[in-house]
């Protein structure tokens, strides 16, 4: 998967050592959605440098539907749990 600049700099942001806490906000269609399933699916990987065993992965939506119909959704499609979603590499 092809990240973004912004979403590259958001992780490295994100991801540092004394970073307890990153949001991220922007207007729609800047792949806010995508960077959250990817950081998600990083995150519970093992052998990620993301990856922390019993660490979790929340992922926060304006709405529950939201979260179902974009996130969870391109989340399963990352861990190949959903055959009707592929992301293009």
Same mark, same amino acid.
């Given at each position: 998967? =092809?990240?973004?600049?912004?979403?590259?700099?958001?992780?490295?942001?994100?991801? +540092?050592? @004394?970073?307890?806490?990153?949001?991220?906000?922007? #207007?729609?269609?800047?792949? =806010?959605?995508?960077?959250? %399933?990817?950081?998600?699916?990083?995150?519970?990987?093992?052998? @990620?440098?993301?990856? /922390?065993?019993?660490?979790? +992965?929340?992922?926060? %939506? %304006?709405?529950?539907?939201? %979260?179902? /119909?974009?996130?969870?959704?391109?989340?399963?499609?990352?861990?190949? @749990? @959903? #055959?009707?979603?592929?992301?293009?590499?």
């Amino acid at each position: 998967m =092809k990240l973004m600049g912004f979403q590259n700099e958001f992780i490295r942001s994100a991801t +540092a050592p @004394d970073t307890l806490i990153a949001a991220l906000s922007g #207007p729609r269609g800047l792949g =806010k959605t995508t960077l959250v %399933a990817h950081l998600a699916h990083r995150f519970l990987t093992p052998g @990620d440098q993301l990856h /922390r065993p019993g660490g979790e +992965a929340h992922i926060i %939506a %304006a709405s529950m539907g939201q %979260a179902r /119909r974009t996130t969870f959704k391109q989340l399963r499609g990352m861990i190949g @749990d @959903d #055959p009707q979603f592929k992301i293009a590499e």
